[in-house]
């Protein structure tokens, strides 16, 4: 591939994808219980989710393909899962609001070693 080269990050390569994946489902069933909580779909946390769904599946194809952005999108991904991580972690009135947390920190500790291996 022409892409960026992962060095001995095999493993950690992996782990990102699958956490990212992992992420993306925890995500897209927090849009889901948003919703249904009668939240709309352009409000603030509702969006935050989607994004985060989005992005984790951006990263998954470029972490896949060895892209030269895959650096980019698992710096991103590191940034936005904390984010999604802090408000989860702070929803009250969501049940599953801690797996989702939970998912969350998992992605943003898988994908935080490819920051600097690349």
Do not use: Y
């Amino acid at each position: 591939m022409t892409g960026t080269r992962l060095g001995g990050a095999r493993g950690d390569l992996t782990r990102c994808i699958d956490a990212s994946l992992q992420c993306q489902a925890a995500c897209e069933e927090g849009m889901a219980r948003l919703v249904a909580r009668g939240q709309t779909l352009s409000s603030e946390a509702v969006r935050t989710l989607r994004q985060c769904a989005e992005l984790c599946e951006l990263n998954v194809r470029a972490l896949r393909k060895e892209s030269r952005l895959a650096r980019r999108t698992a710096s991103l991904c590191f940034e936005l899962s904390n984010q999604v991580a802090r408000a989860a972690w702070l929803d009250a009135e969501d049940p599953g609001s801690h797996a989702l947390a939970r998912d969350a920190l998992r992605l943003a500790r898988a994908c935080r070693p490819l920051l600097f291996s690349f």
